[in-house]
T-cell receptor, first 118, second 117 residues
Framework: NAGVTQTPKFQVLKTGQSMTLQCAQD?????MSWYRQDPGMGLRLIHY???????DQGEVPNGYNVSRSTTEDFPLRLLSAAPSQTSVYFC?????????????????FGAGSRLTVL | AQKITQTQPGMFVQEKEAVTLDCTYD???????LFWYKQPSSGEMIFLIY??????QNATEGRYSLNFQKARKSANLVISASQLGDSAMYFC??????????????FGQGTTLQVKP
């Protein structure tokens, strides 16, 4: 059971380049999300999805794009990388929101992807 | 909008002693959940404990307990009998339920805990 798999683990980009961070989960979770972690800022929500074909913006969506064509995959695209996007990125998933009432909805996190934009 | 505040950037505790990590939150939603996660130096995010806003009792999970004071909007994490392996960053987070039930989890800034031998 792999859980949440993120690739790549490390990436260095030049300003203006584009790239995609991949995220896949094998737990049949409906909810998936992307966070970025910066020193002193905690984890900030970039985009999230409550199911295939449905995505929405989080706290810091600018400069990022997502799509959810399958339940398993939720890639994060950087359209034109900027130094301000240097960060550690986490993908996380959890079961359907409708099944969470009365109980904990625990996010399962990937191992993280460290991105440096020069 | 929801907000989570962790006012202690760093904390020290002596091994085997108890420590409390503070967390206050702000939400207008009557139904919500509060989580604590641990992030060791290796970087992974580890779920520790959960408290629902309508839960009558404070949550406990082994050496972790949550001091939930709803009227004060605080959800402090208490770690008893600290161990060296407890040295890590700790994050408090709030999950909005409400009518939209989108499942967004909002995190605080984190508290770094160092356990001294």
């Amino acid at each position: 059971n792999a859980g949440v798999t993120q690739t790549p683990k490390f990436q260095v980009l030049k300003t203006g380049q584009s790239m995609t961070l991949q995220c896949a989960q094998d737990m049949n979770h409906e909810y998936m999300s992307w966070y970025r972690q910066d020193p002193g800022m905690g984890l900030r929500l970039i985009h999230y999805s409550v199911g295939a074909g449905i995505t929405d913006q989080g706290e810091v969506p600018n400069g990022y794009n997502v799509s959810r064509s399958t339940t398993e995959d939720f890639p994060l695209r950087l359209l034109s990388a900027a130094p301000s996007q240097t960060s550690v990125y986490f993908c996380a998933s959890s079961p359907s929101p409708s099944r969470r009432r009365g109980g904990a909805n625990v996010l399962t996190f990937g191992a993280g992807s460290r991105l440096t934009v020069l | 909008a929801q907000k989570i505040t962790q006012t202690q950037p760093g904390m020290f505790v002596q091994e085997k002693e108890a420590v409390t990590l503070d967390c206050t939150y702000d939400t207008s939603d009557p139904s919500y959940g509060l989580f604590w996660y641990k992030q060791p130096s290796s970087g992974e995010m580890i779920f520790l404990i959960y408290q629902g806003s309508y839960d009558q009792q404070n949550a406990t999970e082994g050496r972790y307990s949550l001091n939930f004071q709803k009227a004060r909007k605080s959800a402090n994490l208490v770690i008893s009998a600290s161990q060296l392996g407890d040295s890590a960053m700790y994050f408090c987070a709030i999950l909005q339920r409400g009518s939209s039930n989108t499942g967004k989890l909002i995190f605080g800034q984190g508290t770094t805990l160092q356990v001294k031998p």
